[in-house]
């Protein structure tokens, strides 16, 4: 019964770029399913997933949401586990851990906006953890829709195949149906039952032609897929039945090589029955996604392999760490094999703990529904963990498996805070804990020279959200610095240096001695540290080899220009001496640390800062300003184009330091006409001028204390 269970589930994610509709998307989901008897908006911030009240004063989605609802389709029930992610930039961690448990996406586009840079970011996520998608046009009725120019910039833009399985009755405010190129019939949705109804009709004559032509084209792409189909397809195309083209689509959606693309305007209700059809359709259940694979913590080139089945041991995979005010700490996890019992106790093999879980979940927004067990194939949230973190496996003891976790990116932005009165010292340090502990893209520390608490995240947006939910969650009033960039340093040249540490505390001394090279990393090395040892002879004890490399690795965090962080190293030991008696691990690990500040101040060093994609959609008449303007932040345009609605978008690279309150001297200089969307590109160096500034007012500030 498990097994047949499993092949109607389906765990599926929303994507897309800021505003192309994925909560709008999920509230119709919600309500078209029977979980929900009233249709949310996220404009009027009453939308079921957008629960956080800065979601609902924004109209953004913050953090991802989960819910569990279930679809007829063909007959039988399938039981769908959504989750709705945010689309801005600065809270791309929660896409990025909710990707890595899905099954299945659907990439919402606006038919206005086409591929938008968030959506290149998330397409590129779910390509990563090889997640197969849907593409989903939403946004029809909006003026300038156009299903065919979206589908032409998703193979173009994002190097994908689209297969459209619909096209388009009307545009704009004539859309009022989709035509199934599948079963060649028109759909048209009822306004007055909010789209719950819907009518099969005969394709409009207007658009026969239209229609096969793009059955043909549909054929073309999935024929590759199916050889009965194939062969139907070059003697008579008009022999090929529905579930025949339904299979090869489905294969080909499986194995990431086609994306099938569908489209609908989820506010004016149209078009999500048929999406949710193709989820259940095209999409793949948990059997039919590649066994989970890990190894086993006591020996680390062993692999494990877990079947989706509840007779294997117990995997799963804490993907998110939340903080729920009437539960407490609350894990959200994907069991894949097994089943998690409440009350059961599971071992996590970071910790080499066993952890009691004492309540578990099935997750509705911020509600929770408790249950008795999750089953392999279903997502969960569970009570009772005290040390557990995002990316933990949690597995049965006498079965243990660690499971590939996740890479977070670094954050790009800081600020100084402090709490505005005494009596919130404590209360800021435990917020800030739980908040760091629930997104691992946020991080606090305390500059040891300026002993500020200084937090770090992805963008202004997200540092406002933290603080925001300091004030509202954790009661905790506090001033905030101007933002900070986050710099790295470099160096340019590979020098060779001779370190030697000696000692003498009367009795046993310290000594080490080594001589090395340290320069730039090769070119196709992945990582921070590129440590080879070359040492012969002995001249080195192997045992104080490690002890170099943990030196090196340690003094990284603090470069030599202004203490910010050397992003990437490579460090060659070529030679050495060592004392019989005096010669330590310390000793070599403190040697390695005063050869790195020596030989990075010969070698060049440069300061690096983070440079932002930004996209700006700014009408035709403002476009001189704008570029003006980005030429003075130091901008690099790389692009103009024209939108199809006659607007023009412009794209450059623009250093971080330089789009500090972006949004509001944009709004200036275009009358609140132009939008603006950004994302991290990468590091680059910094110009001399600009750099001596940069290292002049970080030691200004050791130098006021």
Known sequence: MAKKDLHFTRNIGIMAHIDAGKTTTSERILFYTGLTHKIGETHDGTATMDWMAQEQERGITITSAATTTWWNYNGDKYKINLIDTPGHVDFTVEV????????????????????EPQSETVWRQADKYKVPRIGYVNKMDRSGADFYEVVRQVKEVLGATPCAIQIPIGAEETFKGVV?????????????????????????????????????????????FDDVLMEKYFEDPSTITVDEIKNAIRKGTLSMKINPMLCGSSFKNKGVQTMLD?????????????????????????????????????????????????????????????????GSYVYNPRSDKKERISRIFQMHSNKQNPVDLIAAGDIGAGVGFKDIRTGDTLCAEDAP?????????????????????????????IGLAKLAEEDPT????????????????????????????????????????????????????????RETYKKQTGGRGKYADMVLKVGPVDDDFVGSLQFVDEVKGGNIPKEYIPSIQKGFQSAMRNGVLAGFPVDQLKVVVVDGSYHPVDSDQLSFEICAQLAFKSACAKARPVLLEPIMKLEVVTPEESMGD????????????????????????????????????????????????????????????????????????AKGRVDLL
């Open 626 to 697: 704008v570029i003006g303007d980005l030429n003075k932040r130091r901008g690099q345009v790389e692009g103009m184009e024209s939108s199809r609605t006659g607007a023009r978008i412009v794209k450059a690279k623009v250093p971080l330091s330089e789009l500090f309150g972006y949004v509001t001297a944009l709004r200036t200089i275009t009358s609140g006409r132009a939008t603006s969307s950004m994302e991290f590109s990468h590091y680059s160096e910094v110009s001399t001028s600009i750099a001596k500034t940069v290292v002049e007012e």
């Open 442 to 497: 946020f991080t606090v520390k305390t500059d040891e020279q300026s002993g500020q608490t200084v937090i770090s995240g992805m963008g202004e947006l997200h540092l406002e959200i933290i603080i925001d939910r300091l004030k509202r969650e954790f009661k905790v009033e506090c001033n905030q610095g101007r933002p900070q960039v986050s710099y790295k340093e470099a160096i340019t040249q590979t020098v060779d240096h």
């Open 96 to 115: 990025e851990r909710s990707l890595r448990i899905l099954d299945g996406a659907v990439a919402t586009f606006c038919a206005v906006g086409g591929v």
């Open 180 to 224: 199934d190129l599948i079963q060649m019939k028109a759909i048209l949705w009822h306004d007055e039952t909010m789209g719950a109804a819907y009518s099969v009709e005969e394709i409009p004559d207007d658009l026969k032609a239209e229609a096969q032509e793009w059955r043909d084209k549909m054929l073309e792409t999935i024929a590759e």
């Open 278 to 342: 193709a989820v259940c359709a095209y999409l793949p259940s948990p059997l039919d996604t590649p066994e989970i694979e890990g190894h086993d913590p006591r020996f680390e080139d062993k692999v494990v392999v877990r079947k989706p089945a509840e007779e294997d041991p117990l995997c799963a995979l804490a993907f998110k760490i939340a903080t729920d005010p009437y539960v407490g700490r609350l894990c959200y996890f994907r069991v894949y094999s097994g089943v998690l019992n409440a």
């Open 401 to 429: 498996i660690v499971l590939e976790s996740m890479d977070f990116p670094d954050p790009v932005i800081g600020i100084a805070v402090e709490p505005k009165s005494q009596a919130d010292i404590d209360k800021l340090g």
